[in-house]
């Protein structure tokens, strides 16, 4: 079974640090990524996705991800972080063969202090 | 576009008790789906739909139905409600373009109780 690994449950970091968020994945084949951000109170909105092309990725709020195949991995990172950022962040995964819904990961919870 | 809508955004059931909770998107997406989430656990897919007529079992389905009798709707039933039914409950809908593969848009939650 296809499933998604989010290593950090929850990162504190003060504003202006660089954030790198781990995301790996099992399945081989070939695969969409996305990640997904749900700031408090809100729902779920896409950040960035990857389909193909390029392997760096940049998406909203001046964050990035980087898909490395040898490694199963779309690990999100951003520079330097805001207290605006301040929200839980979802790794999802899916093949883009066949008719096969997303799968997340457990998602890791970033609180940035000033 | 008021894009996808939930209702209710809270309630509380007893346990036995059934609900229907409502989710409806105006952008005329093929594919919908709910989800739940649970704290420390993601999301986890309860069922989905690829069209009118057409639902299809997700991870977690059992305690719950659905139907989709309109493209716009996709009403998600308890039947039975139970404490482990105690969850956040998110409809999403995808346009066509890339199957269930494709950038999913999310409702805003409906938070459910079971005492």
């Known amino acids: 079974a296809q499933s998604v690994s989010q290593h950090n449950h929850h990162v504190i970091l003060s504003e202006a640090a660089s954030l790198e968020l781990g995301c790996n994945y099992s399945y081989g084949g070939t695969v969409n990524l996305f990640w997904y951000v749900q700031y408090p109170g809100q729902h779920l909105q896409l950040l960035l996705k990857y389909f193909s092309g390029d392997p760096l990725v940049k998406g909203i709020k001046g964050f990035e991800a980087e898909f490395i195949k040898s490694k199963f991995s779309f690990n999100l990172r951003k520079p330097s972080v805001q207290w605006s950022d301040t929200a839980e962040y979802f790794c999802a995964v899916s093949r883009n063969s066949g008719n096969t819904p997303l799968v997340f990961g457990k998602g890791t919870r970033l609180s940035v202090i000033a | 576009n008021a894009g996808v809508t939930q209702t209710p955004k809270f309630r509380i059931l007893k346990i036995g008790q059934s609900m229907t909770l409502q989710c409806t998107q105006d952008?005329?997406?093929?594919?919908m789906y709910w989800y739940r989430q649970d704290p420390g656990m993601g999301l986890k897919l309860i069922y989905y739909?690829?069209?009118?007529?057409?639902?299809d079992k997700g991870e977690v389905p059992n305690g719950y139905n659905v139907s989709r009798s309109t493209t716009e709707d996709f009403p998600l039933r308890l039947e039975l409600a139970a404490p482990s039914q105690t969850s956040v409950y998110f409809c999403?809908?995808?346009?066509?373009?890339?199957?269930?593969?494709?950038?999913?848009?999310f409702g805003p939650g409906t938070r459910l109780t079971v005492l």
């Open positions: 952008m005329n997406h093929n594919y």
């Open positions: 999403a809908s995808s346009p066509p373009g890339q199957g269930l593969t494709d950038t999913q848009y």
């Open positions: 739909s690829v069209g009118a007529g057409i639902t």
